[in-house]
């Protein structure tokens, strides 16, 4: 689904847009374990997977926000 809305994009072009996408999932992907091991030290595993369940439904919930947005922008 985010690579089809990355190749609708009409601010990039299609293979800008994918590249990004592309970028920014190698991204979490290298910074997600080094971040869960962090917070794994600091306290516990059971509060750093606590913690990145709360981000992620952060991400959800602010994606849901934009995309509302961009649709009445659009109309």
């Known amino acids: 689904m985010?690579?089809?809305?990355?190749?609708?994009s009409k601010s990039l072009s299609?293979?800008?847009?994918?590249?990004?996408?592309?970028?920014m999932g190698f991204i979490?992907?290298?910074?997600?374990?080094?971040?869960?091991?962090?917070i794994a030290e600091a306290t516990n595993l059971k509060a750093?997977?606590?913690?990145i369940s709360i981000m992620s439904v952060a991400v959800v919930?602010?994606?849901s926000?934009?995309?509302g947005r961009t649709q009445k922008n659009n109309t």
């Open 2 to 8: 985010v690579y089809s809305a990355a190749g609708k």
């Open 14 to 23: 299609p293979g800008t847009a994918l590249t990004a996408v592309s970028s």
């Open 61 to 63: 919930v602010f994606a």
């Open 65 to 67: 926000l934009m995309s």
């Open 28 to 38: 979490g992907l290298l910074i997600g374990p080094p971040v869960i091991g962090f």
């Open 48 to 51: 750093s997977f606590l913690t």
